[in-house]
């Protein structure tokens, strides 16, 4: 992603459907309270299927920001699987540090 840096943007870090809403009909994000600088990469797998995530693709084009579609979905991909991890390790760390079970509850 070195390549992109125009892809360098205020990010919310954790998009999901949940956190939009409809004011005189424009989205409105909320739930900024992870937002950062960085690629906007990281906002689209939580949010975008991956035909949603070539017609965003499509937009940023005629916008002037033209990525390769076979490089679009490398780097999309590549944060799809980032973020797999990244929520994997909230579960993770739930699991290690909750109560034990009793042995009957097993």
Same mark, same amino acid.
């Given at each position: 992603?070195? /390549?992109?840096?125009?892809?360098?943007?205020?990010?919310?870090?954790? &998009?999901? =459907?949940?956190?939009?809403? $409809?004011i !005189?009909? *424009?989205?409105?994000?909320?739930?900024?309270? %992870?937002?950062?600088?960085? $690629?906007?990469? @990281?906002?689209? =797998?939580?949010?975008?299927?991956?035909?949603?995530? #070539?017609?965003?693709?499509?937009? #940023? /084009?005629? &916008?002037? &920001? !033209?990525? #390769? =579609? /076979?490089?679009f979905?490398?780097?999309?991909?590549?944060? *799809? *699987?980032?973020?797999?991890?990244?929520?994997?390790? @909230?579960?993770? %760390? /739930?699991? *290690?540090?909750? $109560?034990?079970?009793?042995?009957?509850? %097993?």
């Amino acid at each position: 992603m070195k /390549a992109e840096g125009t892809s360098l943007t205020l990010i919310n870090t954790d &998009l999901i =459907p949940g956190d939009t809403r $409809s004011i !005189d009909g *424009r989205p409105i994000l909320i739930d900024w309270d %992870q937002a950062a600088y960085g $690629s906007f990469y @990281v906002d689209l =797998p939580n949010y975008f299927s991956v035909e949603t995530a #070539l017609c965003y693709r499509d937009a #940023l /084009a005629e &916008l002037g &920001l !033209d990525i #390769l =579609p /076979a490089v679009f979905m490398d780097h999309f991909h590549e944060v *799809r *699987r980032y973020m797999g991890l990244r929520y994997l390790e @909230v579960g993770l %760390q /739930a699991w *290690r540090y909750s $109560s034990p079970r009793k042995k009957h509850e %097993q």
